[in-house]
């Protein structure tokens, strides 16, 4: 039961640290699972004018998008303190302007305006959201969203791979995220999703919902 509570998950990363683990994840940028998100934002967005990553851990993400992307707007959040001193530096560093700030899903998302933010996208980040919390944080993420989601996550396919697996020791979770999209007022019809088989990461999934249809939620 208590493997369920999102304080487990978020502790799990909170407490992460050394330079060496924030370098790891910022030279991350052209891993392949990157190279599947960049691919996703292009061809179902053209060019995003802002993106909020969520679960930024280091900023690989928002680094690439600023290599594909020039001029797009980047915001990210993370729990871990470090990571986001981290990737502001390194930002900062070469001359990239990134809005970056550390909490949980639980209290920066209700604070961002609606429809402020072109695509929210997170890559493993909302896999550390207990199952009784997700349809909470997505419809956060589809509130903020002005025209769509990127989500590139362990997902269900069905068969074995059944939605709302714990795994340990990382307390991260495999969801079905169409599901609980269309519960919230998604359109079906908006949602695409693929078995997304990339290196080291199981039953890893990429869903990209166009939003720029009239939302119910």
């Known amino acids: 039961m ?36 960049i691919a996703a934002l292009r061809a179902s967005f053209g060019m995003p004018a802002s993106v909020l990553d969520v679960g930024c851990n280091a900023g690989p993400n928002l680094r690439r998008i600023a290599a594909e992307f020039p001029g797009c707007r980047l915001v990210g959040f993370d729990i871990n303190q470090e990571a986001i001193d981290g990737a502001a530096k390194r930002f900062a560093d070469r001359g990239l302007e990134a809005e ?12 961002i305006p609606t429809a402020s933010i072109d695509v929210v996208l997170s890559s493993y980040a909302l896999a550390y959201v207990p199952t009784a919390h997700l349809q909470q ?6 509130r903020i969203a002005r025209t769509g989601l ?29 599901a609980v999209l269309a519960a919230i007022g998604v359109s079906p019809e908006r949602i695409s999703v693929v078995d997304l088989p990339t290196p080291g990461a199981v039953d890893s999934g990429l869903l990209v919902a166009d939003l720029r249809a009239v939302k119910t939620v």
Not at 7 to 28: C, H, I, L
Not at 100 to 111: C, E, T
């Open 100 to 111: 970056l700030s550390v909490g949980s899903y639980y209290d920066v998302l209700p604070a």
């Open 137 to 142: 944080v997505l419809a956060d993420i589809v």
């Open 150 to 178: 990127v989500l590139a996550e362990p997902m269900a396919f069905g068969g074995a791979r059944q939605a709302g697996v714990l795994t340990v020791p990382w307390y991260d979770w495999r969801h079905d995220y169409a």
């Open 2 to 37: 208590g493997a369920g509570r999102k304080e487990v998950s978020e502790g799990v990363w909170r407490k992460r640290s050394g330079e060496a683990w924030v370098e790891t994840y910022w030279n991350d940028d052209r891993s392949p699972r990157r190279d599947c998100i």
